[in-house]
């Protein structure tokens, strides 16, 4: 079954605890994004790499991290310095390092900070 | 900045009626735009791309460089149509894509 795996569905944190959202694609795409979808303010760019090893800050980068040490996998981490980080995290990939406009998402994974 | 605007948060139509989701963008240059659908329990998804000039499940989207938008239509809208709706555009460095805050599309039977 090709496409992207994120995992946990479902993620309950306490303060001041990381928690680190898994994203893995066998689609053999070069880009991987994560967005943040937040209710009436749409899809917000955290972060995104085009190659391996390699990855850019989006819009709201503060309190997140990423490492892209395989092809297949963008984990995100949400850590402590986020000031509000409950929120539906969509991560998506494309072919080839630019975007052409065809993104492809995971089911998401919803966090919850209690 | 490259911004994408849909001013509508939600949109309420009556079945067999004409649908029309508004999307507004500032962007110099020529912009690549795009429409993206969230059904119910599914995954995002690309709906149609500008350059495409295409119609996907009745829609249809024209971009108006002069009044900067890019509006989705569709002349008789379906139940099935109920979904969420983003906007989005390719940034001019090429490496991201911006959407926009979304329009909840819901049709009544």
């Known amino acids: 079954d090709g496409g992207i795996t994120q995992s946990p569905k479902y993620l309950f944190r306490k303060e001041g605890q990381n928690v680190t959202l898994s994203c893995e694609q066998n689609?053999?795409?070069?880009?991987m994004y994560w967005y943040r979808q937040d209710p009436g303010q749409g899809l917000r760019l955290i972060y995104y790499?085009?190659?391996?090893?390699?990855?850019q800050k989006g819009d709201i980068a503060e309190g997140y991290s990423v490492s892209r040490e395989k092809k297949e996998s963008f984990p995100l981490t949400v850590t402590s310095a986020q000031k509000n980080p409950t929120a539906f995290y969509l991560c998506a990939s494309s072919m080839g390092r630019t975007p052409t406009g065809e993104l492809f998402f995971g089911e998401g994974s919803r966090l919850t900070v209690l | 900045a490259q911004r994408v605007t849909q001013p509508e948060k939600l949109l309420s139509v009556f079945k067999g009626a004409p649908v029309e989701l508004k999307c507004n963008y500032s962007y110099s240059g020529s912009p690549e735009l795009f429409w993206y659908v969230q059904y119910s329990r599914q995954r995002l998804q690309l709906l149609l791309r500008h350059i495409s000039r295409e119609s996907i499940k009745g829609f249809t989207a024209d971009l108006n460089k002069g009044e900067t938008s890019f509006h989705l239509k569709k002349p008789f809208a379906q139940e099935e149509d109920s979904a969420m709706y983003y906007c989005a555009l390719i940034h001019s460095s090429a490496s991201k894509i911006i959407f926009g805050s979304g329009t909840r599309l819901s049709i009544r039977p």
């Open positions: 689609l053999n795409h070069d880009a």
């Open positions: 790499s085009q190659i391996v090893n390699d990855f």
